[in-house]
């Protein structure tokens, strides 16, 4: 029956070719709208790394003086001192961790082939590579030699390799970041994170880092940090070992946990660390005042899905519902010339149900045809936010599940357009072809 | 196999209360072929509908083959009107955008007939009423009498025990309309119950049995013999 009524669906749009062009035009706009809006919105809230994200975790410390206020919803910032990032990194603990700051250099060979070009450049732990699963082509990782000895090594991406080198293997040979010769040791695949989760600090959705150094050059360089430097309090800063000393936050830090025991033992790790910075005298607070947040928690925390972006989402969604509106409009017309019809029908022994669902089989056709060219229209659409905003990138794309989604929310449309217009028709009196005539 | 007591219907509309049917009174027997007549808007499209399980009555009680009709609900009345009423309309009322040989198959395809089967039945059916050559044929490529021989063959092609036919004729030019008749005859011959109302007291006289509705009721049926015979003026001209 299901076969019939698509030949009887076919039949009626060639019947009313331009109802039929209409109402495909308005489901398409419809879809193609929403589908552009929902996947950004889809790849912004997207897990970025299901396998790991609830073991990769974010600490934060409270270390200030009692009664000085954040302006977090948790009263925590969101980054750490020196003096806290490098104790985490150096306590005894048997975990995947890294601190990380950004900075930039001005990066070339050092001849006159490539014009030196500023790069951000990230000093991590060279457990980095491992805790946020990058791939390389070239080489691997530094190290943990290097990471102790502050070894002038590096890796780099395979987008400046290319520049670079022509995208040769450049594992061993030089380059220079400002005036200081690098060698490489890896050149890593492109980063397929959509979002920059590591460090959201400016922007979630900016690009990665090109380059990476090991994070114990930030002494002896005395690394700029290019992100974003706070304090809570006055504190004298001359020297660059003043910063070092500082309550300034400016360091992100990420520690792998495996287990529920493991997060336990992080937790009380940090406890004890905090009670004995307090006595230490660094701080005066009565409370210990920490959290742990994992990478799905760090992102909603963050806001990386803004307010803004769910308005969006909800606005395209009732244009959505407009179009669904006009569809049900022009249905109402078409469905119910063909009352005398489905009036013979009924008298031929088609049941209500049977009514219903033809039309219903109409309407999801219908919808399937819309949904499909929504998908180009939200193509283009998505073309058109990239091509406006290269920050969104990575984010204005359509991945499978919304490929998927398109057809579906255009047919459930459809057929929320249609079920009054079916409703009404298959009510027929079936008495009325004889009362007519 | 039909069996109406009492049987009532009543229109209410806005303004009116129309009695299209009161205390209608009769009994069908298996074969038979019966003439409807009667004056216009006395309830013989009422009867049919209802007899047809097209409309509902308001009171009084209607059997068919031993089935309480008013106790089914909507989908067991398709069910039954599909299984076992085959309809023929002044209108012919086939579906414009299907051709001769779909048209026949609607029924079955509602009955869940497989494919290899309904073509059989639809040649069948369209053989009969000698349209067995113009099945790709749209209804509108077709003269009024050929058409209502699609219709009939329609009506045939579930092989319903009962033909219900308003008005077969009533669109037809006397030719014609005697095509249909002596179709129909034929059709009853094979034993299929029918009941057709009809305007022309010729084609009535040639059926085998005769009643007219008046004002919502079978009328005396030996008054009616008389207006048949010319002895009486026929109530309608009253
Ligand atoms: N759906 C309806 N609503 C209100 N009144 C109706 C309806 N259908 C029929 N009637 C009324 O019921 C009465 C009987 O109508 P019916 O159609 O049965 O007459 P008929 O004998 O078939 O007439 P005709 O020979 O003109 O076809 C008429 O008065 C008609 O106006
Ligand atoms: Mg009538």
């Given at each position: 029956m299901l076969a019939h009524y698509l030949d009887l669906s076919v039949r009626s749009f060639k019947r009313t070719p331009m109802t039929t062009l209409l109402m495909i035009i308005a489901i398409a706009l419809g879809i193609g709208v929403t589908m552009t809006s929902l996947s950004v919105y889809h790849m912004m809230s997207m897990?970025?790394?299901?396998?790991?994200s609830s073991k990769l975790f974010h600490p934060q410390l409270?270390?200030?003086?009692?009664?000085?206020?954040?302006?977090?919803q948790d009263d925590l910032p969101h980054q750490l001192t020196y003096i806290d990032a490098k104790n985490l990194y150096q306590a005894d603990i048997p975990a995947l961790k890294t601190p990380s700051v950004k900075t930039g250099y001005s990066v070339h060979?050092?001849?006159?082939q490539i014009k030196p070009f500023m790069e951000t450049v990230r000093l991590i732990d060279n457990d980095f590579f491992t805790m946020f699963d990058m791939r390389f082509i070239y080489g691997g990782p530094w190290s943990d030699e290097s990471d102790n000895s502050g070894e002038l090594v590096t890796v780099i991406s395979a987008e400046l390799n290319d520049i670079?080198?022509?995208?040769?293997?450049?594992?061993?040979k030089q380059v220079f970041f400002d005036k200081v010769a690098f060698r490489i040791v890896g050149v890593f695949d492109?980063?397929?994170?959509?979002?920059?989760?590591?460090?959201?600090?400016?922007?979630?959705f900016n690009q990665n880092e090109q380059v990476f150094i090991p994070f114990s050059l930030i002494e002896p360089l005395e690394v700029n940090n290019w992100g974003n430097t706070n304090g809570w309090k006055y504190e004298d800063i001359r020297s660059f070992q003043d910063k070092l000393n500082s309550e300034l936050v400016w360091l992100q830090f990420w520690v792998q946990l495996d287990s529920p025991e493991e997060v336990t033992s992080y937790k009380n790790f940090l406890t004890n660390y905090l009670t004995e910075q307090a006595t230490l005298g660094r701080f005066e607070r009565q409370d210990v005042h920490f959290d742990l947040k994992n990478v799905m928690q760090w992102l909603d925390y963050n806001n990386v899905v803004t307010e803004d972006n769910r308005v969006v989402v909800g606005l395209s969604f009732l244009f959505l519902a407009v179009c669904v509106a006009n569809i049900v409009g022009l249905l109402l017309g078409k469905f119910l010339k063909r009352v005398p019809e489905v009036g013979v029908r009924r008298a031929l022994g088609a049941s209500k149900r049977q009514v219903f669902m033809q039309h219903l089989v109409e309407v999801s056709l219908l919808g399937l045809i819309g949904g499909t060219l929504g998908i180009a229209i939200a193509q283009l659409g998505l073309w058109g936010v990239r091509s406006t905003y290269s920050y969104y990138d990575a984010l204005a794309t359509m991945d499978l599940s919304m490929f998927l989604a398109a057809p579906l929310i255009a047919i459930l449309a459809c057929i929320i357009a249609g079920l009054y217009p079916a409703w009404l028709v298959c009510n027929t009196n079936p008495a009325y072809c004889l009362k007519t005539q | 196999m039909l069996t109406m007591q009492n049987v009532s219907k009543v229109y209410t509309t806005e303004k009116v209360q129309t009695?299209?049917?009161?205390?209608f009174n009769l009994e069908v027997n298996e074969g038979e072929f019966i003439a409807v007549t009667g004056p216009s808007g006395s309830g013989k499209t009422t009867f049919l509908n209802i007899a047809g399980m097209l409309e509902t009555y308001s009171s009084g009680q209607y059997l068919l083959d031993g089935i309480?009709?008013?106790?089914?609900s909507d989908n067991q009345r398709a069910d039954l009107r599909n299984q076992k009423i085959g309809f023929i309309f002044q209108g012919f009322?086939?579906?414009?955008?299907?051709?001769i040989f779909e048209n026949v198959e609607v029924p079955l395809r509602y009955r869940g007939i497989k494919s290899a089967e309904r073509k059989a039945r639809v040649m069948e059916c369209l053989e009969q009423v000698g349209l067995?050559?113009?099945?790709?044929?749209?209804?509108?490529?077709?003269?009024g009498g050929q058409q209502q021989r699609v219709a009939i063959a329609r009506a045939l092609a579930g092989r319903p025990r009962f033909l219900l036919a308003d008005e077969?004729?009533?669109?037809?030019d006397s030719l014609m309309a005697r095509q249909v008749m002596e179709l129909l005859e034929k059709i009853n011959q094979e034993g299929a119950t029918i009941i057709m109302v009809t305007h022309d007291p010729e084609l009535a006289r040639r059926a085998p049995r005769n009643i007219q509705v008046v004002d919502g009721q079978i009328a005396d049926f030996s008054l009616y013999q008389k207006q048949l015979a010319g002895t009486e003026p026929a109530v309608a001209e009253v």
């Open positions: 897990d970025p790394m299901p396998h790991k409270n270390t200030r003086d009692q009664g000085v206020n954040w302006w977090t060979l050092n001849d006159d670079l080198f022509g995208g040769e293997n450049s594992v061993g492109d980063f397929d994170y959509h979002v920059k989760f590591y460090d959201l600090t400016n922007g979630a | 009695h299209a049917l009161r205390d309480d009709i008013g106790r089914l009322n086939l579906i414009p955008d299907l051709n067995g050559s113009r099945l790709k044929h749209l209804p509108q490529q077709l003269s077969p004729t009533g669109n037809l």
